[in-house]
């Protein structure tokens, strides 16, 4: 019991230094998107959520290539996804001044490119048990290095719509930016959350353990939650602020960082990454659960309502139970043998 309050305070501690590192890491990376001249679409496809997502692609590494646990990773991506489509939103419409509006951008363009990462991702899970199938038993298998070419490529797809939509915005350079005191805040942030995000990988693997239940469980919840904490700061800050559309945008934009970038990069630095069907296809599931409840209600009638976000708050809270029911051996959706 002793060891699993340990475990749980080290999750906790780490929380916090991912916070911190991303707050820095994100500061920098605006004021040098600024100081550059770097166009918009970039600036918010690529650099600020390649920034509030540094966390979970952080995980994605670190759990592949120092802990060996590929599943954790993937198990880290597909919680926080559905940590950003529930909680975020739901935290920000009660923290922001009333019903939370969305747009029809939003829910007709930034939802369904969403919808299609998560089908590209399953999709490129699919293919790796069918080409490159790991035993006899068929439902095993590795995602290689072209393979994971496939949702990067969706996501320059992604960027290159952006670009259409910002073509004849004019750039303009902040002369008054000092790079370098920026390039090293930069440099700090990342460092801080390689050690956030490693104390949160090693509470996951710890907990696995202790419980004698796959890690990647833990992963989808433990590193998730821990990894989202800077989407969430910047989505309730926005929602605050009256920018709903930028709140709600910017969990769907760093959702699809995540799926389509961060996942692929894993695969690529590990030179390929081994996948259990049978784990992969209820995460995704849920996911695409979540992704269904979060479009329904950002359609009707185009806002969030306070009752909307307790509802999302209590789903997220349905599918932790679930995985804590997982752990403990009393449910058994996810085969974990």
Sequence with gaps: MLD?????????VATGVVWKGSSWLESASNSLA??????????GALIAAA???MPELMSVLLATLVHEESGLGVGAIVGSAVFNLLVIPGLAALAGPGEMQTNRKLVYKESLFYMLSVAVLLLTFSL??????????GVRGTVTGPLALFPIALYGLYVFTQYLDTAEDELEVDTSIDLAKNWLWFGLGLVVIIVGVEGLVRAAVGL??????????????VVAAGSSVPDAFVSVVAARSGRSSV???NVLGSNIF????????????ARGMDIQFAHVVPMMAFLVLATAIFFTIARTDMLLSEREAWFLIGVYGLFVLWLLLESIGLLSIIQTS
């Design 258 to 269: 995540d799926l389509l970038v961060a996942v692929p990069i894993g695969v690529l630095a």
């Design 51 to 53: 920034g509030s997502s």
């Design 128 to 137: 790796a048990v069918i080409y490159y199938p790991i035993g006899e038993n």
């Design 4 to 12: 699993i309050l340990l475990l749980l305070a080290l999750a906790t």
């Design 34 to 43: 600024a100081g550059y001249g770097v166009p918009p679409v970039v600036q």
């Design 247 to 249: 709140s709600l945008g």
């Design 208 to 221: 696995g353990d202790a419980f004698g239940t796959p890690s990647f469980l833990w992963g989808m919840t």
